[in-house]
């Protein structure tokens, strides 16, 4: 009985092991999701790190101080639906050229190291992007790490609105 057990379990977690989705599938599944703005799909494909990095960034933009309201508290932490309606927000505002480009992307080359994954892209149309996309495996579940995307695309905002 009990290497009965044992034989169910192993089985039971090779199953697991191989039903894990690939970066390139998640990589798909944002792809998708990016095109059709579905934040939801994106947020739940996203790294914890990457999670709370958003929070960050919309507490200090939704908190931002007011000349006639009291100085919020540096104490007050980030809420995570706070960084989801700042990707909402980022989603929403995504032109048709950007989408576009997005569209026309493809994973061209993934090195898995441990529990990271480097993905590169290409695009034939527009060319490849400038930046890899990074993978992290957490809990069994590949999930993007997209602090560096993140912090380019706001610097870079400005740059692209107007070649757009």
């Not at 169910?8 to 989705?21: Q, S």
């Not at 695009?123 to 992007?129: A, C, E, V, Y």
Request: charged share 25%; glycine share 4%.
């Amino acid at each position: 009985m009990r290497s009965r057990l044992i034989v169910a379990f192993l089985v039971a977690a090779l199953l697991a092991a191989g039903c894990t989705k690939s970066p390139k599938k998640v990589f798909n599944e944002l792809q998708d999701a990016a095109l059709k703005k579905d934040t939801r799909a994106i947020y739940n494909n996203l790294s914890p790190e990457t999670v709370a990095d958003l929070a960050r960034r919309a507490q200090a933009l939704y908190r931002e101080p007011q000349a006639s309201s009291p100085p919020a508290s540096a104490k007050t932490p980030a809420s995570k639906e706070e960084g989801y309606e700042y990707l909402a927000m980022l989603a929403l505002n995504l032109d048709d050229l950007t989408r576009e480009y997005i569209r026309t992307l493809r994973p061209a080359n993934v090195t898995v190291t441990g529990g990271t994954a480097v993905m590169t892209l290409g695009s034939i149309r527009f060319g490849p992007p400038e930046k890899t996309l990074t993978f992290k495996k957490v809990k069994g579940k590949w999930l993007w790490d997209a602090r560096e995307i993140l912090e380019w695309y706001l610097e870079h905002k400005q740059e692209i609105s107007s070649f757009c």
